[in-house]
């Protein structure tokens, strides 16, 4: 198997069927409904819980628009992070410098998402496959530096910017003209939810429209699509920022929710926990990635109190990479289609093991 | 801006020294790329590990030339098992999970790190014999970065001595350019596969001994070195042994000037040398091409 084979998502079971389906679409609006159900309850039950609740729809929405991009289109990100990250510090300088209006702030995060995954991918599509993450993963880290050194400050002579090592502390949160208090947690929740479910509906859309499809086409076979006469490279580029734009818009939501935007933001670790939340999900399939980010996070927020939980969340991954060769999305889907077949599945797995491991 | 010539002489001696040590590193990184296509998160783990061992060892003992005979044999064991276990089960599977099984393994070492030996920074207590600083020319230079650029010099020599030269390395190269090709001559791959892993994880615990008594050792440096050894295996082109010492020598030469121009952003230096280079070359200066 070649380099450039190594990031064919076929093999990875991902594809467009499903939710794009009419069955996909009732999905969508059914998941919708419950979220906006069950904020209110679990809020009830525990306020804290409405908090991972935020924190999870914003890295769903990260991981949503990664998905755009690697799954869809083969292109493996390394350097997601730095749109989220931008998107975070665009949002957190406007509201120290600026104003508060999230009709202001949010478009700004989108469009710093967009500007500078325009930036990184048209240097970044010149090389291909594993190359073509490690120039995302560079740049992103060029990002984290300039964060972390407060660079801006030293080149325009003022005392701080981008704060370094310590952030921008203390944000105001969002405020829409006073029409919504965004201070309540519940109002946050549902914009988020709101911003959350419109993004996807628009992944959906653009994924099933011509464009999603020649992206898809240069995914399967890159040199065919250059010969019928698409300019790949092109089609690369614009996929990518559109993709970063999303990640703004989360970065955007999650910076004023915490009132904190951190070098951390647009650090490599955050795109490499990103990438295993696609691959834990189930890539490709758009709500995988979504359901891997959720696992993600609630894992590290209820693991984080026991002793040596950082051991749990990577037995986890590695359990289910190689238990669950499509990941969780994968194994719900065979569950729910046939669940004697799933169960006959995991014995096939364990035996395979086995067999490969004594080898 | 002035910089005298003594502290760039000696930033030159620190980059080469820092230069080999990484190309220990690195060196098993491109070598399990090349042949196994596994992009391997954990290596910096087991790095970290060679550390940490030679920590204890050396405590143990009172001995840092026990530590560093011992503790790289540990991590060689902790590699084979990593193998075994782990990724011979995903070998004919897309190699992206490789990422997600090693990352996970990555994050599980840090944690048992933690929970062995504790947060805090620890050191290896470099011996008596090699204390102190010689002079050379105008600099003052510790004797014991001598020696870590002298250890990795000769065994970067003896490695590649052996892949350009040996009956085994042939066989490494072999079944890095076709696998199927070696398999089907008779020779067991999946042992050549382990071979090379665990060979690839005692280089990395050695440069973890080696620098562990001279840099802190901590349980954020697995995760440290490993985006410094990328940055090394994609200049020289993946699965190139010659490259990434290449390479190694040119990453450890701009951090040692770059610490000496602007410390605080060095890392600047090391990813744009690494776009320039991919923007130039997309498989890095020694990679395979796409046709290969």
């Known amino acids: 198997m070649s380099l450039l084979d190594a990031f064919d998502p076929r093999e990875t079971g991902s594809s467009t069927d499903g939710i794009l389906s009419n069955r996909g679409r009732f999905g969508i609006l059914a998941l919708i409904a419950a979220l906006a159900v069950l904020g209110p309850v679990a809020s009830a039950v525990r306020p804290f819980w409405l908090y991972l609740l935020i924190q999870i729809l914003v890295f769903a929405l990260l991981a949503l628009s990664l998905d755009f991009v690697f799954g869809y289109a083969g292109l493996l990100s390394f350097g997601h992070a730095a749109m989220f990250g931008t998107g975070g510090y665009a949002a957190a300088l406007l509201i120290t410098h600026v104003t508060a209006n999230a009709l202001v702030v949010l478009p700004a995060a989108v469009l710093t998402g967009v500007v500078v995954a325009a930036f990184i991918g048209w240097f970044s599509v010149r090389a291909r496959g594993i190359y073509f993450a490690m120039l995302t993963l560079a740049f992103a880290q060029i990002f984290y530096v300039i964060a972390f050194a407060d660079l801006p400050s030293t080149l325009l002579g003022v005392e701080t910017v981008t704060g370094g090592d310590n952030g921008i502390v203390g944000l105001a949160t969002l405020e829409t003209f006073g029409l919504l208090d965004l201070s309540d947690r519940m109002n946050y929740y549902f914009l988020t939810l709101g911003l959350v479910a419109l993004s996807l509906l628009s992944i959906v859309r653009l994924a099933n429209s011509p464009f999603g499809r020649v992206l898809q086409g240069v995914r399967e076979n890159e040199d065919r699509m250059a010969f019928i006469g698409y300019d790949v490279r092109r089609y690369k580029v614009i996929g990518f920022a559109i993709s970063g734009g999303f990640a703004g818009l989360a970065g955007g939501l999650y910076v004023p929710f915490q009132s904190l935007a951190q070098p951390q933001l647009l650090n490599w670790t955050l795109s490499g926990e990103l990438v295993v939340m696609l691959l834990l999900g189930g890539l490709g399939t758009l709500w995988g990635p979504m359901l891997g980010a959720g696992v993600v996070v609630l894992l590290e927020e209820q693991l984080s109190g026991f002793a040596a939980w950082e051991v749990i969340l990577g037995s986890v991954f590695v359990v289910v990479v190689i238990f669950a060769p499509r990941g969780i999305a994968g194994a719900l889907v065979s569950l729910w289609e046939d669940p004697e077949d799933a169960i006959g599945n995991v014995r096939d797995a364990l035996a395979n093991y086995r067999e490969k491991v004594m080898k | ?292």
């Open chain 2, 1 to 292: 801006m002035f910089v005298e010539f003594s502290s760039v002489l000696r930033a030159t001696m620190l980059g080469v020294q820092l230069g080999m040590t990484l190309a220990l590193v690195a060196a098993g990184l491109t070598l399990i790329f090349g042949m196994l296509d596994v992009i391997n998160f954990a290596h910096g783990s087991l790095y970290m590990m060679g550390a940490y061992l030679g920590v204890t060892v050396s405590a143990q003992f009172g001995s840092f030339w026990l530590a560093l005979l011992i503790a790289p044999l540990a991590v060689g064991v902790i590699g084979a098992v990593i193998e075994v276990f782990g990724l011979r089960a995903l070998y004919g599977r897309n190699p992206l999970y490789h990422i997600l099984l090693t990352f996970g393994l990555a994050v599980m070492i840090q944690g048992l790190v933690v929970e062995i030996w504790g947060g805090q920074s620890l050191r290896i207590e470099a011996p008596a014999s090699l204390a102190g600083t010689v002079q050379i020319g105008p600099v003052e230079y510790p004797v014991y970065w001598l020696f870590v650029l002298a250890v990795s010099t000769l065994l970067i020599a003896a490695v590649w001595l052996m892949i350009d030269r040996s009956d085994l390395g042939i066989l490494m190269r072999a079944s890095a350019h076709d696998t199927e090709m070696v398999d089907a001559l008779g020779i067991d791959v999946s042992k050549v596969f382990t071979g090379v892993f665990v060979f690839g994880a005692v280089l990395a615990g050695v440069a973890g001994v080696l620098l562990g008594a001279s840099r802190s050792v901590n349980p954020g440096m697995g995760f440290g070195v490993i985006i410094e050894t990328f940055v090394i295996v994609v200049i020289g082109g993946l699965g190139s042994f010659k490259g990434a010492v290449y390479a190694a020598l040119a990453v450890g030469l701009v951090t040692a000037y770059g610490a000496l121009i602007a410390p605080s952003v060095t890392d600047i230096f090391l990813f744009t040398m690494m776009a320039v280079v991919l923007m130039i070359r997309p498989n890095g200066l020694f990679g395979a091409t796409e046709a290969a």
